[in-house]
């Protein structure tokens, strides 16, 4: 089996969750500001956006030896009957 980092889903995986925690960070220091656009400090939004982006990317390479092998998921995922609320048949 190919080591986690090597692998195309987990760095699409990374991706995606990288470009969801900017969008979040990015409309969180917007909602908090509570000033015009024009008046905004940029340069620190652009901190924070970045730097919750580093921290989204160092959270998948960690969880990459703890999950689902593969992928940045922290959590293994759950088995199909579990899901649906059914019992697990042994």
Known sequence: MARP????TFWLDTLERTIRTAAQA???AL???QVALDELDWQLVGL???TACILSVLMAIVASGIGEPGT???L???PPDTLRGGAVDE
Not at 5 to 8: G, N, Y
């Open 5 to 8: 980092l090597l692998t195309a």
């Open 31 to 33: 909602t908090a500001s």
């Open 72 to 74: 940045a998921s922290v």
């Open 76 to 78: 293994n995922p759950a």
């Open 26 to 28: 990015l409309l969180g």
């Open 48 to 50: 924070t956006v970045g």
